[in-house]
């Protein structure tokens, strides 16, 4: 229920934010993936690092094939998809005494974020990603009478 609630909040406050300054929260479902899991920092890094991966990477191809339009979309997702999956794999790095899970949100959440930092850039896609993402949270908790989430 939580998850229908925070995508559902999280398309609303995207179209809002798209119509009004005209940036793309990073897809139509990642700021309600991200805003779920903002009390896991790590995760959220590991998901925009997995973004920015995917990006480099598609950046990498398209000096050898053509990729724009319905091709770009597609194959940001199978490319985030891979290094979703990866760090299924191998989710946990030990450093010392610190032990970091580095799975990304989903599997489709780093395509679609490599997707829209090619068509608007770094910061303006992460920058709006993060805000949306926070107002989802912030009005799930509202909603939920001020309890966080677990």
């Known amino acids: 229920?939580?998850?229908i609630?925070?995508?559902?909040?999280?398309?609303?406050?995207?179209?809002?934010?798209?119509?009004?300054?005209?940036?793309?929260?990073g897809?139509?479902?990642?700021?309600?993936?991200?805003?779920?899991?903002l009390h896991h920092p790590v995760q959220v890094i590991a998901t925009i690092l997995a973004g920015l991966i995917t990006y480099l990477i598609i950046k990498l191809l398209s000096s050898y094939i053509i990729i724009y339009g319905r091709r770009l979309?597609?194959?940001?997702i199978l490319v985030g998809y891979l290094i979703a999956y990866l760090t299924r794999?191998?989710?946990?790095?030990?450093?010392?005494a610190l032990i970091l899970d580095v799975q990304t949100v989903g599997f489709v959440i780093p395509?679609?974020?490599?997707?829209?930092?090619?068509?608007?850039?770094?910061?303006?896609?992460l920058a709006a990603m993060l805000i949306v993402s926070s107002l989802v949270r912030l009005v799930i908790?509202?909603?939920h009478?001020?309890?966080v989430l677990p």
């Open 1 to 3: 229920m939580l998850l």
């Open 5 to 25: 609630e925070a995508v559902g909040i999280g398309m609303f406050l995207s179209l809002i934010l798209t119509e009004t300054i005209g940036l793309a929260a």
């Open 27 to 37: 897809g139509i479902v990642v700021p309600g993936y991200i805003a779920l899991v």
């Open 73 to 76: 979309l597609i194959i940001s």
């Open 89 to 96: 794999i191998s989710p946990m790095i030990r450093l010392d």
């Open 111 to 125: 395509g679609l974020i490599a997707y829209w930092i090619a068509r608007q850039g770094i910061i303006p896609t």
């Open 141 to 143: 908790i509202i909603i």
């Open 145 to 147: 009478n001020g309890i």
